[in-house]
């Protein structure tokens, strides 16, 4: 991911690489800092307009960058003057050319005559070194570094995400059906390369079912394979795209949330309570990870951040203690949502288990129904991994439905589509980065479509 957000940065503007080379000039910045430093009004033929105060310092202070970026739209003016000049563009020398054309023509003004001086001086063994008096200076390029990258989309994250999965997918696929009509060997051969994927047996049956049914005795390409994938995965999530229900009649509703350490819950936590007391909900947070001080910590930071109530106890406390106290503050306060965080430590299954099961049971006195949600959340850069531990906490803990954290990184996401198939239990929302925003309703279409390597 950010490999293609500097490559969004630095491609930005359009301008081809080797005239970057030559004069050390910035193309990804131009536009806008040709928009901060306006071009001076020639006074015969343009209405003179307020200039820009802040223009000539940064030619002079902020180097070469700012200097250049100058050069760059009084030659691009000068072009646009003198019919026939379009073709030469490049920097220092047309300048050069079309300033020495309009000196002779005798159409500059003494102001543009200076701007062009220190063009020409600029520009690299073309021209003389300026006399003392000013700077060219060519570092310091965030002053002029002033675009902000266009924010990607979630659906570009998710796919940036699964590129792991759908590059070496569609590529393994490409190859198979080259030249090759659909027949029982290459159908095998893609049910292999599904399952390697971690779609699962039952889920790479059924695409090869479907691309049988449909083109059986036919030639293939890559792309129909990755449409009849895409619909077949579809198929397979829709069931468990649903929304996390909250039945607000509960004061509070409390939500439990489990799994393995490091999968990201007290994260998630965090996200999701930025969410419901954005949407005006009183939530309280509570730090049942007793375990460690620093996941304490970090769940007291995330309430503090969005302005939820938080209620902790010391390391090394029963974490039912606290989640029983939890429950009965927040039902005193009227909290509409209490999230419980837990410890996921897997080395210890038994005691693992036997803390969960407390914590269940205890939260269960003071509502039958309650925990009212068990979460679980699977880090998606684990792969086959993710089957088994949701197969342990939902015995554990009664799951009732799953949060799938780290799509943005260098995702397994197949194996989601294993665990719908297998567990059926819903998932709610995806995580696609560390920020608190960074969470995202569930979509079965978009997950495939990106699994699939298609575009949005
Ligand atoms: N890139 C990325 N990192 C995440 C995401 N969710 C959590 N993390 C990171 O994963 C690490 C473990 O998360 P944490 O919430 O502490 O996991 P916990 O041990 O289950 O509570 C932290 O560094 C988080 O910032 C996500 O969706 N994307
Ligand atoms: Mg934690």
């Given at each position: 991911m950010a490999l293609s957000f500097i490559k969004r940065v630095f491609t930005f503007g359009d301008v081809p690489a080797d005239q970057d080379g030559q004069s050390g000039h910035h193309p990804e910045t131009a536009p806008a800092v040709q928009a901060e430093l306006e071009p001076k009004p020639r006074h015969e033929e343009l209405p003179v307009a307020p200039v820009d105060p802040v223009a000539p310092l940064e030619i002079e202070t902020a180097g070469g960058p700012a200097a250049d970026l100058a050069i760059k739209s009084d030659a691009d003016e000068a072009a646009a003057l003198l019919p026939g000049a379009e073709d030469t563009s490049e920097l220092g020398v047309v300048p050069l050319s079309l300033l020495e054309a309009e000196a002779a023509a005798g159409t500059l003004d003494a102001d543009t005559k200076l701007q062009d001086s220190v063009s020409e001086a600029t520009a690299p063994q073309t021209v003389p070194v300026l006399p003392k008096g000013f700077s060219t200076a060519r570092s310091e390029p965030e002053t002029v570094t002033i675009v902000p990258p266009a924010p990607l989309s979630w659906f570009q994250r998710l796919?940036?995400?699964?590129?792991?999965?759908?590059?070496?997918?569609?590529?393994?696929?490409?190859?198979?059906?080259?030249?090759?009509?659909?027949?029982?060997?290459?159908?095998?051969?893609?049910?292999?390369?599904?399952?390697?994927?971690?779609?699962?047996?039952?889920?790479?049956?059924?695409?090869?079912?479907?691309?049988?049914?449909e083109r059986y005795g036919k030639d293939v390409s890559g792309e129909d394979v990755s449409r009849i994938m895409a619909g077949e995965i579809t198929k397979v999530l829709a069931p468990v795209a649903k929304p996390l229900a909250l039945d607000l009649n509960h004061k509070p509703h409390v939500i439990l949330v489990v799994g393995v350490n490091g999968t990201g819950k007290t994260t998630t936590i965090g996200k999701l309570a930025a969410k419901l007391s954005g949407a005006g909900l009183k939530v309280m947070l509570a730090a049942g990870d007793t375990f460690r001080a620093a996941a304490i910590e970090q769940l007291k930071i995330w309430a503090d951040r969005t302005g939820s109530q938080f209620i902790g106890t010391k390391l090394g406390a029963d974490a039912a203690g606290l989640a029983y106290d939890a429950f009965e503050q927040a039902r005193a306060n009227k909290s509409d949502v209490l999230i419980i965080d837990t410890a996921g430590r897997l080395q210890n299954r038994a005691e693992l288990m036997a803390e969960l099961e407390k914590i269940v049971r205890v939260l269960g006195k003071l509502d039958p129904d309650a925990p009212h949600t068990v979460l679980q959340t699977l880090d998606a850069t684990t792969g086959q991994n993710a089957l088994n531990q949701v197969e342990i906490f939902r015995n554990v803990a009664g799951v009732s439905g799953l949060i799938m954290t780290k799509l943005d990184g260098t995702a397994r996401g197949g194996i989601l589509v294993a665990i719908a198939a297998k567990h059926k239990l819903p998932v709610y929302f995806v995580g696609v980065g560390e920020g608190v925003d960074d969470l995202e309703a569930f979509e079965a279409e978009d997950f495939a479509q990106a699994i699939a390597g298609l575009a949005h």
């Open positions: 796919r940036a995400g699964l590129a792991r999965t759908s590059s070496q997918l569609t590529g393994q696929i490409a190859a198979l059906f080259t030249k090759r009509k659909l027949d029982d060997e290459t159908l095998e051969e893609l049910e292999d390369l599904l399952i390697q994927a971690d779609l699962g047996v039952e889920t790479a049956m059924r695409i090869t079912g479907a691309l049988s049914s």
